[in-house]
């Protein structure tokens, strides 16, 4: 299964709203979904702009396994 979100500017979110809600916001959400579908393996992206360049963040949860969401994990 796969999770994704975007930052810099999210018009779901809000153009305000900074990267860190929304990646928390995905993060909160995978957490869920890797417990309700735990048969699954899950793959999450995260993309923005940092510096007029495009960087990519992901996770891979393998079926049973736990992820936590940690503050500031850039």
């Known amino acids: 299964m796969g999770w994704s ?41 995260f993309a923005t702009v940092r510096n007029s360049e495009t960087v990519l963040y992901r996770m891979r949860a393998e079926p049973g396994e736990d992820i936590v969401c940690t503050q500031g994990s850039d």
């Open 5 to 45: 979100a975007h930052g810099d500017g999210c018009g779901g979110f809000g153009e305000e709203v900074p990267d860190d809600v929304i990646k928390r916001e995905l993060c909160n959400t995978m957490q869920r979904n890797v417990r309700k579908y735990s048969l699954a393996t899950h793959f999450i992206y």
